[in-house]
């Protein structure tokens, strides 16, 4: 399955003053995939090392940091030749080996002439013990669940992305009815790639459920794995309460849904942990919107967003014809959906922070980005409903800006707003 990382895995490889990279993201969103894929494409041959369950390459860094030795060990490992510039390395899960990171270092000032790749869950990474993380020796490089586009071209629907990108409405508005029907198997398939694949292998909606459910089994074990147990019970209270605080008409994170009476200090280290592992997604509320808007944060208001709707289908035991077919009574978890989709959709692709904006007068803005110089206020309709009343408010105040609002609705420009289709979303920016 294609996915559009691969573009900035090339420009990794062709960089002047390359560094080792980190591929990070959370538990099965395609890492080890796109690696040896880019490998494929891009080099004569892949060096590929399992660390978690290669008994050969658990000692590869413990005797000494002897990169002569080091690439001879690869290569006699996975039988490949290492040629600087022609063989990729991977190591898998390198979190998993003694001295594994801290290598990274070592092939960054000692052998940079080669092309070094490593995966390894953002949990693995950052919550792993006793050994420094390589700070200014690696490259980093985040991937997430599919975006939408992806998910259009795992249906081998090319042609509708590329008039997607090429913005031609006219010619989109045609497709409507095509475009809003894969957005709602989006919906319920999500980007997870293995729920995915088995989406377009099968079109059996319980296996696709089956496969979300054994993924977030996984995350459920790890979240005891890697930290005390105490700790782990806080961390599943926040996690089992998202769609319940999703479903709010007001989405800030109370921490009162995952414990009756919890305060912030109760949670705060948990809310972290789901981040560091790519679980969740932040977007912190501003004062003011003015640039740059984390200069503006309040810390203490957030909302908290799932990476992957399909996740949030298959953790609130959503039904996949309510996700589906359209009009069948589900308006409020369609909004909790609507806007979890756009939240996953502007993380993936913006590559800077999310927020929301909200005021003692109860205005607020579902989100805010920095764009190039601008700040965009956008919000996020379920269906075709047009109305935009606090779009429109917070417009009026600031008027050197102009709204987004993402609907079902066609594309529509106006001197104050843009309506642009939910299906567009991650290829409009």
């Known amino acids: 399955m294609y996915r559009n990382i691969i573009t900035r895995l090339r420009e990794w490889k062709d960089k002047a003053h390359r560094k080792p990279l980190v591929l990070s993201g959370a538990r099965q969103v395609g890492k080890t995939y796109i690696l040896r894929e880019f490998g494929k494409q891009e080099f004569d041959n892949v060096a590929y090392i399992n660390c978690d369950d290669n008994s050969l390459a658990k000692d590869l860094f413990t005797q000494d940091y002897d990169m002569q030795r080091i690439i001879l060990a690869i290569g006699a490992i996975t039988r490949q030749p290492i040629v600087a510039g022609k063989t990729l390395i991977i190591l898998d899960e390198i979190q998993e080996l003694q001295r594994g990171l801290a290598a990274l270092k070592y092939f960054c000032e000692k052998a940079p002439e080669y092309h070094v790749a490593v995966a390894g869950s953002l949990l693995g990474i950052t919550m792993h013990r006793g050994e420094s993380f390589p700070v200014g020796k690696v490259d980093i490089l985040n991937i997430y669940p599919m975006t939408f586009d992806e998910f259009l071209l795992a249906k081998g629907r090319e042609q509708m992305v590329e008039i997607l990108k090429s913005k031609d409405w006219d010619t989109i508005k045609l497709l409507r009815n095509e475009y809003i029907k894969c957005l709602r198997e989006y919906y319920f398939v999500g980007g997870m790639p293995e729920a995915v694949g088995m989406f377009m292998e099968t079109n059996d909606v319980m296996r696709v459920r089956d496969v979300q459910k054994a993924i977030l089994f996984t995350y459920n074990k790890d979240m005891s794995k890697h930290v005390p147990a105490a700790e782990a019970n806080r961390i599943n209270m926040v996690w089992r309460s998202m769609p319940s605080q999703l479903v709010k008409e007001n989405k800030k994170f109370i921490y009162g849904v995952a ?171």
């Open 259 to 429: 414990r009756p009476g919890a305060r912030a200090k109760d949670f705060e280290t948990a809310i972290q942990w789901l981040m560091d592992a790519g679980l969740v997604y932040k977007a912190e509320r501003v004062t003011e919107p003015k640039m740059p808007l984390k200069f503006y944060t309040d810390i203490s208001s957030f909302k908290l967003f799932i990476l992957d709707c399909g996740l949030l289908g298959a953790m609130s035991e959503t039904p996949a014809n309510k996700l589906l077919v359209a009009d069948n009574g589900m308006e409020e978890s369609k909004g909790a959906f609507t806007e979890n989709y756009v939240m996953s959709q502007l993380v993936a692709t913006q590559g800077s922070s999310v927020f929301y904006y909200s005021n003692d007068a109860k205005l607020e803005i579902d989100f805010l980005i920095q764009h190039a110089d601008d700040i965009v206020p956008i919000e996020a309709k379920a269906e075709e409903n047009l109305r935009a009343k606090s779009l429109s408010t917070f417009v009026s105040k600031h008027p050197q800006m102009h709204g987004l609002r993402f609907s079902m609705s066609d594309f529509r420009e106006q001197d104050w707003m843009t309506n642009v289709p939910l299906y567009a979303v991650s290829v409009y920016f």
